[in-house]
């Protein structure tokens, strides 16, 4: 009897490794097969131009205009002055959180020998 309920609970655990889910295929990518060359993108692999995180927005606006309204929305928006001091705030909360992993030295000035231990001691 006890042969016959342990075979029975290997094949059980046995059983249960299996699985019933189909293999999975993935499916194509929903992209084109290669890039675009028409006469739009004649210029796209160009090496020799500067890349658009470098260029300042001076340079990308040219029109005094529109880069005098920038400057204004700059300097009186205060959501971006509000966005700028939380991000120094996070930053200065990770340094001082960081600097507790660093070993740190702790020197304590006073009299050396016995500490009293309350006002009648």
Not at 43 to 50: L, Q, R, V
């Amino acid at each position: 009897m006890r042969n016959s309920f342990l075979a029975l609970i290997t094949v059980a655990c046995l059983a249960s490794c299996t699985t019933l889910e189909p293999a999975y295929e993935r499916p194509p990518a929903p992209i084109p097969s290669r890039f675009p060359d028409g006469a739009a993108y004649k210029d796209g692999g160009n090496t020799n131009s500067t890349p658009a995180s470098q260029i300042g927005w001076r340079d990308f606006l040219v029109d005094p205009r529109l880069q005098r309204l920038v400057e204004i929305a700059l300097r009186n928006n205060r959501d971006l002055r509000v966005a700028a001091l939380n991000v120094r705030q996070v930053q200065a909360q990770y340094r001082i959180q960081r600097s507790a992993l660093f070993p740190s030295v702790a020197a304590f000035r006073g009299r050396i020998g016995r500490a009293r231990a309350g006002k009648d001691a």
